[in-house]
């Protein structure tokens, strides 16, 4: 399994970003990605995540109406289009995957991150004011 996110940078707050997160090695179109994200000398935090097979979503509420995930299955790839960005989404942002496990993609528990069985290498979001 592998996982590699990607499209991170330096952005003004009010702009925006989109991030990429490709995987193989499993089965894609059946599992549950989802998008964390750790700030300097702060905990982990869930920040969305889709079930790739129906394609559901979750958001945590500082995100909601700002950010967007979806998913492009031919392409094994998972998207999140942040917009609005705030200094207090600069963090480094890390997907991850329960692979081949899209049934436990629902409600915030997924933000835990214990259901992931897989994770990529992180992609850092700086947003100044």
């Known amino acids: 399994v592998q996982l590699q996110a990607s499209g991170g940078g330096l952005v003004q707050a009010g702009g925006g970003l989109r991030l990429s997160c490709t995987g193989s090695g499993f089965l894609f179109g059946n599992s549950c990605i989802g998008w964390f994200r750790q700030a300097p000398g702060k905990e982990r935090e869930g920040v969305s995540a889709?079930?790739?097979?129906?394609?559901?979503?979750y958001y945590t509420a500082s995100v909601k109406g700002r950010f967007t995930i979806s998913r492009d299955n031919s392409k094994n790839t998972v998207y999140l289009q942040m917009d609005g960005l705030k200094p207090e989404d600069t963090a480094v942002y890390y997907c991850?995957?329960?692979?081949?496990?899209?049934?436990?993609?629902?409600?915030?528990?997924?933000?835990?991150?214990?259901?992931?069985?897989?994770w990529g290498k992180g992609t850092q979001v700086t947003v100044s004011s």
């Open positions: 889709i079930n790739t097979n129906t394609g559901n979503t």
């Open positions: 991850g995957a329960a692979a081949g496990q899209s049934t436990v993609c629902y409600g915030a528990t997924i933000f835990q991150g214990y259901d992931m069985t897989d």
